[in-house]
């Protein structure tokens, strides 16, 4: 009798066990599908939802026989990757981290343009793991990003490129930039885009909505690993591309006007020389430059914005009396017969206003 006892109450622990057991899963469930339902579904949609912004490609700009004066083109971000501090940190980068920091500084100094202590000090005392190297660092070249990557996997003298990273913790990331492919040519009419892509002066700025496009967005269900789902596409809208502008600037005339003023301010050293060139028939300009000027690639060391052809008034001289003289006739003034003598003239009180011949025309 005590044993059949025994094993009644075993079986009815065992059932009261099960039975609690059950509740608490049942009740955990109605927890998770009524209070926490919405952050659950939030955390859900992190993990399998994608959104990713189109960028559109910048249009060009050309001269009035279609000669691209300034384009978007590949180019590279560069960043260092500093020491790991934590476990996690060494998890995330592995081995690829800075162990030299101005042997580093050193080697890149000058492919970047960048001082060699001002690289030793963002390695040396920035904080955090993935730092940025500047704004020189933001768009390099697809040539200095070749030179980079020959010092990171260098070749042997019998021409095999090394399997080891011989300059880790330098990261290059792909990107975008503007490329003005003549260098100093005319960059006070183009202007520039900047290292966040702002458009800076110019028909950069000026038609900066026309040039820059429309971004668009694209929204994928993955899975877990990352991978697309099948007919996961959920919002697909492409991005537009920005327009092209053609100027009336005529490239060989532009060269030829730089050339020309490049050779005037290395013989004459003046503070500031301003040229353009119209056509006479219709008014549109086919050149117009300026000195001191600046080469738009080289974004981070611009100085001289202001377009003296078209921000400083100047006086259109001898251009201007075919104006007046039109006016006197439209207002029946001009006397074909009367004389005077050139020279100066005053007619007011102050010094006279003399010609660029003082002694007179006749």
Known sequence: MDTKRKMNWRILMIGLSVVLIFSGL??????????????????????WERSRVLKPKRGSILDRNGQPLAYEGKAYKVEGVLPPKTEAHKKKVGENYIRDPFDTARKLSPILGIPVEKLNSIFTKQEGLYVELGTQAQKITEEQHDAILALQYPK???????????????????????????????????????????????????FDKELRGEPGKLELMK???????????????????????????????????????????????????????????????????NRPHFDPNKYSEIENYL??????????????????????????????????MSGSIKEWQGPPIYDHVKAGWG
């Open 223 to 289: 899975d877990g690993a990352g991978y697309p789902l099948p007919e996961g596409e959920r919002v697909y809208e492409p991005a537009k591309d920005g327009m092209d502008v053609v100027l009336t600037i005529d490239q060989q005339i532009q060269e030829y006007v730089e050339q020309a003023l490049d050779n005037t301010e290395k013989e004459f050293k003046p503070k500031k020389i301003t040229t353009v060139v119209a056509d006479p028939q219709t008014g549109e300009i086919l050149a117009m430059a």
């Open 156 to 206: 042997d003298a019998n021409g095999k490129v090394s399997d080891t990273n011989q300059l880790p913790g330098i990261i290059m990331t792909e990107t975008t930039r503007r490329f003005y492919p003549h260098n100093s040519f005319a960059p006070h009419v183009l202007g520039y885009l900047n290292y966040a892509d702002k458009a800076e002066m110019g028909i950069e700025k000026q």
């Open 26 to 47: 049942t009740t955990r469930l109605w927890w998770l599908q009524r209070v926490e339902a919405t952050w659950i579904m939030e955390k859900g949609a992190e993990q």
């Open 307 to 340: 377009n003296h052809a078209i921000s400083t008034p100047f006086e259109p001289g001898s251009t201007f009396k075919i104006i007046i003289l039109a006016a006197a006739i439209e207002q029946g003034l001009f006397n074909p017969n009367e004389t005077y």
